[in-house]
């Protein structure tokens, strides 16, 4: 049957690869031969090499013997480290010790039982040695692979998790802008049809900038400022001159990463928690720095404020936004949001300054 096929065709190999790396031991144990000075102080050539023929066969019988043993070993079955390394160190000395009667009965040399016992305790040293390194070796290998498996499989976590409130993101951001913009599109197409070409233009912008981002897990700043700023001429024009708007970003910090949407997640927050119940409107306020390798992006609204009874400044928006930073950043990333004087709020983000080099 194919099934048991394979098992014998790969302990048939391990048994070769076993026995051609003992037959290479064994010619470069009998290599020592060949340093000995008195050899070639008493002894013509070829009966150097003639007795290294017989240290070589020697050589050869051990170490074949002790990969024949090893080899079978390996036929057991079991998941343990420490019985592996038992069952390794069992080889070793059953190999040798076999390996050494023959030796010692082709010379006639092995008499007695105290003969084999020293054999026997000297193999073992040397099998509790071999051993000791095997164990010590694949614990370390096993650790390495274990720490390979869980750092994939929290990179796995983290990017699933980080896709899937990103998605809740979008889904949070997409309609109510959507919708309110389509509703008064159509208002403006009957009664302002000039006003209503200009906000469909700043819409489409918005859209054209919104759909490369969905597919990214970083982009520019400067990009996400273009979006916001074709998003707040929208909501301008919706709003009908209740909402002012003044951004301030330095040119060189354009090239910084952030996460996508998450700057929009705290500008729409203060639309329709700050300006939109305010009963004059307000102003809105992105700034950017750096400070100390930190990129720093505030958001600041001048309308209605905190608000126990609306849910401000603690809806999923936000949530989403403190889970990725921390997700991505560590540490590193936050987000505060308090209160501003005299009225409105501040969110503040703070991440990592990663700058991408200029075009």
């Not at 144990?29 to 060949?34: E, G, H, N, R, T």
């Not at 038992?86 to 003969?115: F, H, K, N, P």
């Not at 126990?308 to 936004?321: A, D, F, R």
Request: aromatic share 6%; charged share 15%; glycine share 8%.
């Amino acid at each position: 049957m194919r099934p048991s096929a394979l098992p014998a065709a790969t302990a048939g190999a391990r048994l070769g690869t076993a026995l051609g790396l003992g037959a290479v031991i064994a010619f470069a144990l009998s290599l020592q031969y060949f340093a000995q000075p008195f050899v070639w102080r008493n002894w013509p050539v070829e009966e150097v090499l003639e007795g290294w023929l017989f240290i070589f066969r020697d050589r050869l019988i051990v170490t074949v013997l002790i990969a024949a043993a090893i080899s079978a070993t390996a036929l057991v079955r079991t998941e343990s480290l420490q019985l592996r390394a038992v069952l390794l160190a069992v080889g070793v000395v059953i190999g040798a010790v076999s390996g050494e009667l023959i030796v010692g009965r082709l010379y006639g040399q092995l008499d007695g039982s105290s003969s084999l016992t020293a054999h026997a305790l000297r193999w073992s040293a040397v099998a509790l040695a071999v051993s000791a390194m095997f164990y010590l070796w694949r614990m370390s290998s096993d650790a390495n692979e274990q720490l390979r498996n869980e750092t994939l499989r929290r990179l796995n976590t983290e990017h699933l998790l980080t896709n899937t409130r990103l998605a809740a993101l979008r889904s949070q951001i997409e309609p109510h802008f959507l919708f309110n913009t389509l509703a008064t599109l159509r208002w403006l197409q009957r009664t302002e049809p000039e006003a209503g070409a200009r906000m469909l233009a700043s819409f489409i912008d918005y859209l054209r900038r919104m759909a490369p981002m969905l597919e990214c897990s970083e982009v520019s700043l400067g990009e996400e400022i273009d979006l916001m700023r074709a998003y707040l001429e929208v909501v301008e024009m919706r709003m009908g001159g209740r909402l002012h708007v003044a951004i301030d970003v330095p040119l060189d910090l354009r090239r910084a990463r952030v996460p996508p949407l998450a700057l929009a997640t705290l500008v729409e927050n203060a639309v329709k928690h700050g300006i939109s119940p305010a009963q004059y409107g307000g102003e809105i306020a992105i700034l950017a720095h750096e400070v100390e390798h930190q990129l720093v992006l505030s958001v600041t609204d001048t309308g209605a404020g905190f608000n126990p009874g609306s849910g401000s400044g603690t809806g999923i928006g936000l949530s989403n936004v403190c889970s990725r930073l921390s997700t991505l950043y560590g540490a590193l990333g936050s987000l505060r949001v308090e209160a501003n004087t005299p009225t409105g709020v501040r969110a503040t983000l703070r991440l990592p300054c990663h700058l991408v080099p200029p075009q």
